[in-house]
């Protein structure tokens, strides 16, 4: 018997079970991964995501070498090239992940009738692009949770399967050519401080991670300058590292930061649960609001001054700048920078989560749309009309300005919270900066905002 492993948003051998189950079964098993041109249409595959890619993939190809395979990449129309190789490897299964996106849920129900047609059985697995999969926990009375806090109450009971270890031996059929495997060299736009890719590179970090700084997180996740989160998102978004095998490990070191930790993976498993079940969510507001934002060519300069980090107030253009340079933003950036375009410079969610999803490496459907929506209060917040304070937000969560001045050279002289209110400093001290002007009265955008949401 001969298998196919399609491999999605799952690049890793630990805790595979859509691997484990093709070579439970087989004697022969194509480990392949198909560069979905579809993805590429609908504008996912930016510089920053695809050069990550391009490192997993090549790393996810040396683990099969060193276990006896190999992979195979093919690119186009997903169906059309997993059918060809089921074909040229003379397959009797496929195996894969289960995932949540209107554009998975398409693709997986149309591989399905395609493969049937050719008596070929596609079996899905859940539980491996995340720890708990939708529909395995819901209230009464609905599909999927809409708050958080019960929902995480439901998924912390749910018993997870063990995680599994990596294969030792994987054989592949002869026969079956592969296009050659891309590489991050010859991907332009890249942000300079981009992440490395990989299931090696993530095992490394997930261990690092573990052995020290998780402890404190509890404390520490929100201090912007200490940069004391995981920095794991990129591997979950790419499945280099396993959801389950995550939350097993923090739950056996156990203690306050790996609780913490393990509340925020449950966070992931809530948007799944919310974006599988209402698929239109990823761009339709998942609750009407009734806003009437701005147009984007009457915000157009306001929008411009957001994205390229010059508005005016420092912690916004710090994390701006961050995203841009490093392809990746601190949590309470995002929170930030979400919360001032669209409630301050009341800007639709929709502007600022496609320029997020131009950039971020760990840019995600699920966790980007519904996060975007949770701060735009068209999402799952039970307080949607709140409105984050740049200023008293940067004194609480970057009190010594450090962040500030890591991301905005020109107030690096600058000492102390000072950094954070420019527009006070002594008039002189102010004209030597070459730092803008607010792009706007923090009071007038809240009441805008107000007067909009009938508040
Ligand atoms: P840690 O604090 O170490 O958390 C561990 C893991 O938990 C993360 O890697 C992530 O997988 C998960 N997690 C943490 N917070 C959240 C959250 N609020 N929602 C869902 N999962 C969470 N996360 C993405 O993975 N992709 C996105 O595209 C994305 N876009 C966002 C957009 C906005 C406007 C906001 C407010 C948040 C967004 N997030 C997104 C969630 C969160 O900011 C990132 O997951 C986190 O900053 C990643 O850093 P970390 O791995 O160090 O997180």
Request: glycine share 10%; charged share 30%.
């Amino acid at each position: 018997r001969t298998s196919v492993v399609l491999f999605t948003s799952d690049l890793r051998l630990h805790d595979h079970p859509p691997l484990r189950a093709a070579l439970g079964g087989s004697e022969r098993t194509v480990p392949l991964f198909v560069r979905d041109r579809a993805v590429d249409r609908a504008g996912f595959a930016v510089p920053n995501r695809l050069a990550f890619l391009a490192d997993c993939l090549r790393d996810l190809d040396a683990g099969l070498r060193e276990r006896g395979g190999r992979l195979v990449v093919r690119a186009g129309d997903l169906v059309d090239r997993v059918c060809e190789v089921v074909a040229e490897a003379d397959a009797d299964e496929v195996h894969m992940a289960s995932d949540v996106s209107a554009h998975a849920q398409r693709r997986e129900e149309r591989l399905r009738r395609a493969l049937e047609a050719a008596g070929v059985r596609l079996h899905v697995h859940d539980t491996v692009t995340g720890a708990v999969a939708p529909g395995t926990v819901t209230p009464a009375g609905s599909d999927h949770f809409a708050v958080f806090t019960p929902y995480f109450r439901r998924w912390s009971d749910v018993s997870l399967r063990d995680a599994l270890a990596a294969p030792r031996t994987v054989r592949v059929p002869d026969g079956v050519g592969s296009e050659p495997l891309p590489s991050r060299y010859g991907v332009p736009g890249l942000s300079a401080g981009l992440a490395t890719g990989g299931e090696q590179e993530g095992r490394k970090r997930l261990g690092a991670w573990l052995r020290g700084p998780v402890a404190v997180y509890e404390e520490r996740h929100d201090d912007l300058a200490g940069d004391a989160t995981s920095r794991l998102s990129p591997h979950l978004h790419f499945g280099t590292l396993s959801p389950v095998e995550l939350v097993h490990r923090a739950r056996r070191a156990g203690g306050p930061g790996p609780e913490a930790f393990v509340r925020q993976l449950a966070w992931r498993d809530f948007h799944r649960q919310v974006l599988a079940a209402r698929p239109d969510a990823g761009t339709a507001d998942y609750r009407t609001r009734h806003d009437r934002w701005r147009s984007e060519r009457e915000a157009r300069e306001d929008i411009a001054a957001w994205k390229e980090g010059r508005t005016g107030y420092p912690v916004i253009d710090a994390a701006m700048r961050q995203l841009r340079h490093e392809g990746w933003m601190h949590n309470r950036g995002r929170l930030l920078t979400a919360s001032f375009l669209v409630k301050t410079l009341y800007v639709d969610w929709r502007v600022g989560a496609r320029h997020f999803l131009d950039l971020l490496v760990d840019g995600d459907v699920a966790n980007n749309q519904l996060n975007w929506q949770w701060v735009a209060g068209t999402g799952t917040d039970t307080r949607p009309n709140r409105v984050l304070n740049p200023i008293t937000q940067a004194r609480r969560f970057d009190p010594d300005g450090g962040y500030v001045r890591r991301w905005v050279p020109e107030l690096e002289g600058v000492q102390g919270r000072a950094v954070h209110e420019p527009w006070r400093l002594p008039a002189d001290e102010r004209a030597a900066l070459d730092y803008p002007d607010p792009v706007i009265d923090l009071s007038a955008g809240l009441a805008r905002f107000r007067q909009a949401r009938g508040r």
